[in-house]
């Protein structure tokens, strides 16, 4: 059975420009980055600003084009971006958003942007688009006088609330999140993490969930890839990971988490910035900043090696002593 989201060596490309007179130059914000999602599976994708997450998370959606490689729904390509194909692929494959003040509609209520969705693609009649309003509002804890409200009126955890459920209104098979709670009082980002994994355990949607939250991540993902300067340096499922990352890059992530029994001098502080994407470093991206980098990593780009059951990751010594297969 093909998996429910599959990427394939996708690429994205931005052009800069360094000023007025400055030269263009070329960002690659993706680079080569391929992954799988089963259905009924949240796959977490981390990594600092800047590193290609949200990039990846449009491209999965066939919003942002690829320069190279495609993007799969249970193992067919996805069509081009406004294409009929993709218009109606879109209703099996839903986003929510970083800001819900700005996914949403300021001049139109909660009611009438649920049932847009439904207006867009043709699914049931009136009375049908009205009862599936109240009952996808019910079912991410919205009252029903809420209906009439419009966003400003609405706490952010509310107009969250309606992102979501918007999302849900056309019964997708994926969810794309992007940085989901980052704009949320912390109090009220458990309660929409919460909501999102019941979601996703009782529909059984399949979920790519965006966060430089490891806190969240850990407790919401089956898998995790970490991304670093558009590639994926690591991926493997949420408790091997967590438990034992291979990557540097990974370990110094891990390691910021507080844990208890813990030491707080056990935590991994990463020396500098990340680099300039558009002068990305020889050889590894990472061994500027890395502690454990010797002179093949400044040289030599890693290949992606298998470090465990489902486990990879791009890095000249990680799990050498195991699987130094190539995946």
Not at 281 to 290: I, T
């Amino acid at each position: 059975m093909s998996p429910l989201l599959e990427a394939r060596e996708l690429v994205r490309i931005y052009e800069i420009r360094r000023g007025l007179l400055g030269r263009p130059a070329q960002v690659r914000a993706v680079d080569g980055v391929s992954l799988q999602l089963k259905r009924g599976e949240t796959l977490g994708v981390v990594g600092e600003s800047g590193s290609g997450k949200s990039s990846l998370g449009r491209m999965l959606l066939g919003v942002d084009a690829s320069q190279g490689g495609a993007v799969y729904i249970n193992g067919v390509a996805m069509p081009a971006f406004g294409s009929p194909g993709w218009r109606s692929l879109r209703a099996r494959i839903q986003m929510i958003y970083q800001d819900p003040l700005a996914a949403l509609d300021r001049r139109i209520n909660v009611a009438e942007q649920l049932r847009e969705p439904l207006d867009i693609h043709r699914i049931g009649d009136a009375e049908s688009r009205t009862t599936r309003v109240r009952e996808v509002m019910q079912a991410v804890g919205l009252r029903p006088d809420h209906a009439d409200k419009f966003p400003h009126e609405l706490s952010g955890g509310q107009r969250q609330r309606v992102v979501i459920a918007r999302a849900l209104m056309t019964e997708p098979e994926l969810l794309v999140c992007d940085e989901p709670v980052s704009a949320l009082d912390v109090s009220i980002q458990a309660q929409v993490v919460n909501l999102l994994s019941d979601l996703q355990r009782d529909r059984g949607l399949g979920m790519v969930f965006i966060s430089h939250d490891l806190k969240v991540v850990r407790n919401l993902c089956d898998r995790v890839a970490v991304m670093y300067l558009g590639r994926i340096v690591e991926e493997g499922p949420a408790d091997t990971i967590f438990s034992d990352p291979q990557h540097p890059y990974t370990q110094a992530l891990v390691s910021s988490v507080p844990q208890p029994g813990r030491a707080l001098n056990s935590r991994i502080i990463l020396q500098g910035e990340p680099p300039n994407p558009g002068n990305r470093p020889s050889g590894c991206a990472f061994h500027p900043r890395c502690r454990k980098a010797e002179d093949i990593c400044r040289h030599t780009v890693p290949e992606t090696r298998r470090t465990g059951v489902e486990c990879r990751a791009a890095c000249h010594f990680a799990g050498l002593a195991a699987l130094p297969e190539l995946v």
